[in-house]
């Protein structure tokens, strides 16, 4: 069973940083491509970031040289270091594979508030 566990999130002004991690179980980690996802109030949920088995990234183009994602194969866990933070970047973060694990994979997110 997929369990995914996002945890960092929190309240910071524009200009801040945040860590979000997420531990993962269930799959095999360190041959799966992972990314992170955010979902803005009213808007569907869509891909920031991932990171693949052999350590490629990429970026969308709204976070790119702000945001740094990584991965760690023995704890299992991936990290998204958020930088220079802005207020348009509020939204839940989750993480998932890409492509995803499917409907039921999605773990609770974590809030990242962005204040102005």
């Known amino acids: 069973q997929v369990q995914l566990v996002e945890s960092g999130g929190g309240l910071v002004q524009a200009g801040g940083s945040l860590r979000l991690s997420c531990a993962v179980a269930?799959?095999?980690?360190?041959?799966?491509?992972m990314g992170w996802y955010r979902q803005a109030p009213g808007n569907q949920r869509v891909l920031v970031a991932y990171?693949?088995?052999?350590?490629?990234?990429h970026y969308t183009d709204s976070v790119k040289g702000r945001f740094a994602i990584s991965r760690d194969n023995v704890k299992k866990t991936v990290y998204l270091q958020m930088n220079s933070l802005k207020p348009e970047d509020t939204a839940v973060y989750y993480c998932n594979g890409r492509p995803t694990l499917g409907d039921r994979s999605w773990g609770q997110g974590t809030q990242v508030t962005v204040s102005s």
């Open positions: 990171i693949s088995s052999g350590g490629a990234t």
């Open positions: 269930g799959i095999p980690f360190s041959l799966s491509t």
